[in-house]
Structures are given as structure tokens and as C-alpha cells.
């Protein structure tokens, strides 16, 4: 035999349910909210390539694969030698910058030499996160 639970009994989780699915939103949504006309967000994660480590948390870094912690990403016009932003990785190696709507490059080294390079390519629209993951291979193995 199944016990039949009154309707108004149920109310009231279906609404905590409903607040707390709306109370979910996204936080860059707000942060974009704020930051006004013609500028949007610009993140990712770095991620370095050398040999395999242990996981460990956190990433123990270079030379072992995975996100790269405070690891400098400097954000530079489409000419690639004007700067527009510099910031540092976290601890999980994400890196997060609010810039003006327009076409960026990071650059990477790609190589032992730090001439070798990779011209990361990003495009900000404005009121829009765009994601670039970026990857650092020294060739250190």
C-alpha cells in the first residue's frame, strides 16, 4: 500500500527547489553585468607539457604535466607587442582578465628555445567570456 503525501506538503519543496536552481546563475553573467558597455571577459586554463608527475594537489608544476600555477599570461593587442593585460594563474592554473571588445594574442613558448613560440589567437566580444586555454611545452622531458 502507497501512503499518498498531500499536494501541500510538496509546495514548498518544489519552491526551495525552484530558488535554489534560480540562485544557480552564473557568476560571470553578473560580473558582466557590471562592467558596462564594450568590454568582456577573457579566461582558461595553462596547462604545461613535460613528464608525467603523481597527482598531487596542488599541481607540484613544471617539469610535471598539468595546470601551471602562478604562471604570468600577458594579453597583448592583435600586433603582439602592445600589452593590454597582465595577470597571474592560480592555484589550478585558471587566469581570468576583463578587457575592451577587440582581437588579442597571447604568446607561449613551444619548444627548449624560448624563441619558439605559439601566437594564441582570442577574440573579445563584448558582454561574453571567451575561453582560450593556453600551453606551455619547454621540451623538457
Not at 546563475?25 to 571577459?41: I, P, R
Not at 592560480?90 to 628555445?113: A, K
Request: proline share 9%.
Amino acid at each position: 500500500m502507497n501512503p499518498r503525501v498531500p499536494f501541500s506538503f510538496i509546495v514548498p519543496f518544489l519552491l526551495l527547489g525552484l530558488l535554489a536552481l534560480l540562485s544557480c546563475e552564473d557568476a560571470s553573467s553578473d560580473e558582466l553585468a557590471g562592467l558596462g558597455d564594450k568590454v568582456g571577459v577573457l579566461e582558461g586554463t595553462v596547462y604545461f607539457v613535460g613528464v608525467p608527475c603523481p597527482l598531487t594537489y596542488p599541481p607540484p608544476g613544471p617539469p610535471c604535466d598539468g595546470p601551471l600555477p602562478d604562471f604570468e599570461v600577458i594579453v597583448f593587442h592583435r600586433d603582439g607587442s602592445t600589452e593590454a593585460a597582465r595577470t597571474r594563474t592560480d592555484e589550478r592554473g585558471d587566469y581570468r582578465v576583463v578587457l575592451p571588445e577587440g582581437e588579442y594574442v597571447i604568446l607561449t613558448q613551444n619548444g627548449i628555445n624560448e624563441l619558439f613560440i605559439v601566437i594564441n589567437e582570442a577574440t573579445v566580444a563584448s558582454g561574453a567570456v571567451t575561453t582560450l586555454h593556453l600551453t606551455i611545452d619547454t621540451g623538457i622531458r
